[in-house]
């Protein structure tokens, strides 16, 4: 599995967790909102694999206006949302493909 792939699964279940209501917003206030310090290292991070790769990187994108604009509250949710579907949905599109080219 390429790095790529990898860290699109480990942000996108971290966007997941964050995008639950109360909870993941309890996290982000609780730790004096470094957990989006730490989300836009890791999107920035994917999206520098990703783009070596020469895979899609439009999930990290999302990730990064998510990480700052993460703490509005009800737009944080919607962005920590849709970047945790956009992420999953790509990690498991490329991971099918990397099998398939093994094959």
């Known amino acids: 599995m390429q790095a790529s792939t990898t860290l699109k699964w480990i942000t ?15 996290t982000v ?13 890791l999107h920035i ?12 990187f439009h999930g990290s994108i999302w990730g990064i206006v998510a ?3 993460g703490w509005v509250i009800f ?3 919607f962005l920590h949302t849709i970047t945790a579907i956009v992420l999953i949905i790509d990690a498991f599109a490329s991971g099918r493909r990397e ?5």
Do not use: N
């Open 12 to 26: 996108g279940g971290m966007e997941a967790f964050l995008a639950i209501p109360f909870l993941g917003g309890l």
């Open 75 to 77: 737009l944080g949710w």
């Open 45 to 56: 991070i994917t999206l520098v694999f990703s783009v070596k790769e020469g895979k899609k």
């Open 29 to 41: 206030m609780g730790f004096g909102y470094s957990p989006l310090t730490l989300m836009l290292i």
């Open 67 to 69: 990480s700052c604009l």
């Open 99 to 103: 099998k398939r080219m093994r094959v």
